[in-house]
């Protein structure tokens, strides 16, 4: 089946591009061309926000009832579900995430947070009458903020198209997704079931495209809020803008998360965890646990059975269901991967498995080996800096304090984990690690809570009630007591 476009998601419909500019989507594994669609352009987002624009203030969704609203998300999780593994392959497809991952994340994730979005929505105090503090009611309710520009990164596309889209829409607003040049696939196909649903027309929007046209609908007069997920240098240029013009802002930033191993771990449960945690998607997402904490009297055992574990998982074609790690989203993500291999070893770390060149039995592809880095301090650069790829960090600590000093000595606060057998040690140290997410013994995003980041992570929080609110705005109506009649 054909994935090529030559149109674009506009006002309910399939409208012809503005240019004849497309945008070919390359295969990271063969690097065959796979499809290709229009690149979206200023006249195409200017159209994108007008039909968004007319539908919040003129159409029938941001009027409906929050139940009404309810009922047609939830047909759209009806329609998901049943695309779950047409989804993953085509994200495959496009940015090379192994069909491991994606069948078991990038598509079935975005599905359980629709369900707990409506689980959340149901519930959600959409308009209440308190106790005024001088003695009159007030009601207080949450109306939708307005129009909504929703821009995710490549890495995992639906998952965070999703935490924008479904409260936005459960809120009343109206959005205009722009998804990444790298994977404008999955979008258009969940176009059409928002469409099978019933979503009215111009309450989403989607149109693909590159750097510039962000800019441009992020920059937008019709535009009340942005939500975005990508990389910290965009996010700083984007929360400018907002700032700026005063427009509401969510951001999903970077991150260099730490996992400690506290010495009473189980080493074989550590490492198990750790793989995933650490080397998920091959490496390219936002909470990869990426710096590695083993005491000094740990550190050769924790080194030796990280090395052993990662040598031997699977490396090469994506759409094979044993492949762990498939290729970088693109050519221009594996050469950034072998500069910082690179780098690393020039600063003085020590490469205990992978280093740099393509992975045995493969020719051709984006693909970087899985290496991991022992002797690392964690003021050099590979320590410090996000590589967003399967490149890991040992660096030792001499006390549970000296632990927690080092995963909070980065500008990033996104996640964390502790691997210990005393769940009471471990909390206590979740607690004192400044991250906006935090496992013990385990990281498992639960859509119930509030997800984000703390210092260069972000702004604001998805999912749960929280992430919810992002959506609204609070207006409080003060009444008179006793009422006139
Ligand atoms: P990126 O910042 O280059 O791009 C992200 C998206 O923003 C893309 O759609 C891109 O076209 C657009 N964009 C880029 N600059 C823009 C600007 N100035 N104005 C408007 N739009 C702009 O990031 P990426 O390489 O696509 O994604 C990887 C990054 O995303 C990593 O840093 C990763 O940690 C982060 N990420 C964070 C989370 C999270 O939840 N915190 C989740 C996934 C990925």
Known sequence: MSLDRDTLFIGGGWVAPASSETIQVISPHSEELVATVPDTTPADIDAAVAAARDAFDHGPWPRMTPAERIDVVAAFSGLYAGSLAEMADVITAEMGSPTSFANLA???APWMQIEAFLGIAREYPWEEIR???LGSPVMVRREPVGVVAAIPPWNVPQFTIMSKVIPALLAGCTVVVKPAPETPLDGYLMAELLVEAGVPEGVVNIVAGGREVGEHLVAHPGIDKVAFTGS?????KIAAVCGEQLKRVSLELGGKSAAIVLDDADLT??????????LMNSGQACVAQTRILASRANYTNVVDALAEAVSVMQVGDPMDPATEIGPMVAQRQQERVEKYIALGQEEGARVVIGGNGMPEGLDRGWYVRPTI???VDNGMRIAQEEIFGPVLSVIAYDDVDDAVRIANDSDYGLAGTVWTADREAGLDVARRVRAGTYGVNTYTMDFAAPFGGFKASGLGR??????????TELKSIYLENPPTQ
């Open 232 to 236: 910290t240098a965009a996010g700083r």
């Open 131 to 133: 106790d005024g503090a």
């Open 106 to 108: 990038q598509t079935p």
């Open 269 to 278: 449960t550590a490492i198990e965890g750790l793989k995933f945690t650490a």
């Open 462 to 471: 998805e999912f749960g009630p929280e992430g919810l609110g992002q959506y």
């Open 373 to 375: 880095f022992a002797d």
